[in-house]
């Protein structure tokens, strides 16, 4: 129970120092090393609006995946995942461990999805941490790990952890709506530049389009990774999409990184 306690009021901090400043893109980079630190396992960001709009991104890249077209199958098996269901069954969205998800409620899909793709890679036991979930568009932390489910009190410190998540991630939707225009204090080059990361445009290609040097666009770049809590291209793009900075044609970044 120390270690419990341990781990979530460390997350009290955390929330804590977030909810004291005015934060306007949910600062999932962040939560994801978070997360990686205080279960030691692997973590995804996982994002479902339709099966044409929805993905995942993980805290510690796995070297070849995933493809585009595994990426694609696995987005189309969302709504098969065991955890998912369990939800949407039992309206109960406390973190949930694949493993303690009864057999019945486990397709087909879902069963293959697990066997071909996260098994061999040695991440085939996940807990799901929901902050949000309305209609078709879920939101959600995936923990992963391999041949041994998560314990006890890593759902105990899961389900303590997820209010706080929830919080955070209201208040900065009531923050976006009070102040759509001051949300992340990007400045009007800062922003010209995350328009056209948007777009998959290289440094050269963004430098070139601003007139700008190369140097100048890594610095602006350095400067709206750091505002909206983003580590990599697509995480700012991601970030950004979620902030309302970015016009409907810029939802999903493109293959290339400038970094």
């Known amino acids: 129970m120390a270690a419990t306690e341990r781990r979530t009021s460390e997350w009290v901090d955390l929330i804590g120092d977030l909810l004291a400043r005015p934060v306007a893109a949910f600062p999932h980079a962040l939560l994801t090393a978070r997360l990686h630190d205080t279960f030691g396992s692997q973590v995804g960001w996982s994002w479902f609006d339709s099966p044409d709009r929805c993905g995942f991104e993980l805290h510690t890249p796995i070297p070849g995946f995933p493809t585009p077209e595994v990426r694609k199958v696995i987005n189309a098996a969302v709504p098969h995942h065991p955890v998912l269901r369990w939800f949407n069954v039992t309206g109960d969205h406390a973190p949930m461990s694949i493993g303690r998800v009864p057999a019945a409620m486990v397709d087909q899909v879902a069963r293959d999805t697990r066997q071909e793709f996260f098994v061999p890679l040695g ?7 929901l902050y949000e979930m309305s209609g078709a568009t879920v939101r959600a932390f995936i923990l992963s790990r391999g041949r041994q489910d998560f314990t006890d009190s890593d759902l105990k410190t899961a389900t303590m952890v997820q209010p706080l998540l929830v919080l955070l991630d209201r208040q900065i939707s009531a923050y976006r709506a009070w102040a759509p225009n001051a949300s992340t204090d990007l400045t009007g080059r800062e922003l010209a530049v995350l328009r056209l990361l948007a777009e998959g ?51 999903e970044p493109a293959p290339t990184n400038p970094r």
């Open 201 to 251: 445009r290289t440094a050269a290609g963004i430098a070139a389009r601003l007139a700008i040097s190369e140097r100048t666009v890594h610095r602006h770049l350095e400067h709206v990774y750091r505002k909206l809590g983003a580590r990599d291209r697509v995480t700012a793009v991601l970030a950004a999409r979620d902030a309302d900075l970015l016009p409907p044609t810029a939802l």
């Open 123 to 129: 991440v085939e036991h996940q807990v799901v941490i």
